[in-house]
């Protein structure tokens, strides 16, 4: 184009049609003027059907049942979708949605996962919602999963009520700073890194819940109370730097720090940093770290922290545990009592 040619302004459009049942795949795919669509009989959106479509404003799909992966992907100033009667979303459908404020799917009860490998903080990990960062509520009460990265870095989301929720997977919210009010009252597993970065998150309560993954609530600084009756196994660096954290009671905690990570900061940390941690109390647990082979290498003991640094520990009660591995118990300065009466082995530094 010389540069004496003018450039050509294109309007805003807005689609609407009566007949059409079905929206195709890239039918309007990076389509830079289209503003609104109205489909009032449209049964299903195939992938990436509007993504990248920079102009999209709203959406009314009121007869829609399926929108597939990507469908709405990448549409920045997409702010209300109307789709209630929709009960399938694929995987990326609203990624990077960034002006969204607010969704609601009464009836959609499965979200589809985009079924790849998860590494910590990967940017390029596909989330449904996910860095939907002007999104502050999403109505979903039927959904059974919150997958990977499902609601990543959506930094405005306040609360996450799923009572039918059983899974929550990795980093599922993480990184969602405003976090304030969650209810998960049947869920039974929560990923690595779920919660973390939850900054305003005071509250954990999941009173079915058996697996906590690793750093699953890390740097949740405002955590003061955290409830897990049923949780068997925590993962390492699970509640790492919950600087509120006052008291820690795992009734039928078995092993405090199962599975290492190398992403995880000083490893199997679960407890580390907790600063206003008082009182620590696991009738159950067996094990509480990792007992280095060699009691002189100290190699490993990045990895061997449970309630490192925890300046205000006066009180555990770990009356089952079997062994304690290196570095458990460090720079505990207030520790007055520990119940450990069936301890058989203590590695090298566990009280350093």
Known sequence: MGKDTPLVERSPVEFHNNKVSYVASRVFISNPTIEKVSFPNVKSVSGHAFAYCEALKEVYIPECISIFAHAFRSCYSLQKIYS??????????????????????????YVESDGIS??????????????????????????NEVHAYMFGGCTNLSEAQYSLCTVVG????????????ILFPTCTSIGPYAFESCYALSEASFPECSIVGNAAF????????????KAIYVGSGAFIRCSTVSEVY???????????TSTTEHGAATFYGCTSLEIASLPKCVS????????????????????????NLHTVYIPKCKTIGHGEFCKLSSLKT??????????????C
């Open 218 to 229: 890390r740097y949740c600084s405002f955590l003061s109370n955290i409830s897990f009756p």
């Open 118 to 143: 998860i590494t910590y903080n990967n940017s390029n990990t596909i989330g449904c919602f996910r860095a939907c960062i002007n999104l502050s509520h999403a109505y979903i009460p039927k959904l």
């Open 84 to 109: 209630p009667r929709c009960t399938y979303i694929g995987s990326g459908a609203f990624h990077r949605c960034s002006n969204l404020s607010e969704v609601s799917f009464p009836e959609c009860s």
């Open 338 to 351: 520990i119940n450990v009466d069936e301890c058989e082995i203590i590695d090298a530094g566990a009280f």
């Open 170 to 181: 990795s980093s599922g919210f993480t990184n969602c700073a405003n976090l304030g009010n």
């Open 250 to 260: 795992l009734p039928e905690c078995l092993d405090a720090q199962w599975g290492k």
């Open 288 to 311: 509480v770290g990792y007992v280095l082979p060699d009691m002189y290498n100290t190699s490993y003991s990045k990895y061997s922290v449970l309630f490192s640094e925890c300046s």
